[in-house]
């Protein structure tokens, strides 16, 4: 049994501290929301973010983040990206010399144009710093349904403990060295299910939504690669496997933001509706600042930058797609 805390009581934090408390685990589940902790202490439950998902009697929910930190096995942090740097700030005198923090948010911060884990390093140099992604949506998690992830961290023994803790015999776990890798997938992907979505809104069919998931993966691994991630990862469960998930699933908040934008919504509003963070809005201008440091081309999150920041009819951003100039589709592939 480890002693794991896990910050943020979101649909994933609550989902991910369900399944460690079923694999054995002692869990604590922390929220800064008071209101948040009195619904999971009174109903065990929290049926805006996770219905019909119950949190067993045993397990501690609390709003006191020292409680919550101190003394752990293993922490995971799963607060929104735009909130994980004032967390870990807030998590810093609290952690001790080693400790394992697992991010399981899905971003960059577009101040700094950081990875989550670098965020998390350099706000809590003293600490272990693991990243967990894959096509993992917190409903059908919460309920036990055979979900497959990766775990990555840069030594090899912090990868495998991450993995001995959550594996069970619905939730199957890989592990990599790749964090850069998973990373990328895992926040750009949000951009590019948002353009998904954006199709589905304007009612276009699965002809649009496979041109998008096939070359999103290109954009995405185009610029993973050229800041140091491997190939392969983006070919996994945190690159293609996510991406797939999150540009067809309707429990995916930003395929559903998308779909309201591409009917006429503007970004607040989607969001608004959608009632959840909707982490690609957040990734998209970030994604734009690294393309530009590493001079790589993403047409397609450009393109959602245009509509979702300046007033860009949904419709014309397709065409604009569409007509671009005519490309190979892989010029590593030689003609004979």
Sequence with gaps: MALTGVIGAGSWGTALALLLHHNGHRVTLWSALADEVTLLQTKRENPDKLPGVKLPEDMKVTADLRE???????LVLAVPSPFVRSTAH????????GQIIVNVAKGIEEATLM???QVIEAEIPQADVAVMSGPSHAEEVGKGLPTTIVAGAKSRKTAEYVQSLFMSEVFRVYTSPDVTGIELGSALKNVVALAAGIADGLGYGD????????????????????MGGKVETFAGLSGIGDLIVTCASMHSRNRRAGILIGKGYSYEAAMQEVKMVVEGVYSAKAALGLAAKYDVTLPIIEQVNEVLFHGKKADEAVRDLMLRDKKIENSDIPWE
């Excluded at 919550?68 to 293993?74: C, E, H, I, L, R």
């Excluded at 998590?91 to 010399?97: D, I, K, P, T």
Aim: proline letters at 0%.
């Design 68 to 74: 919550a930190v101190s003394g752990q096995d293993m």
């Design 90 to 97: 807030q998590m810093r005198e609290l952690v001790s010399a």
């Design 115 to 117: 990875t989550l884990s």
């Design 207 to 226: 002809n649009t939504k496979a041109a998008l998931i096939t070359r999103g993966i290109a954009e995405i691994a185009r610029l993973g690669t050229a």
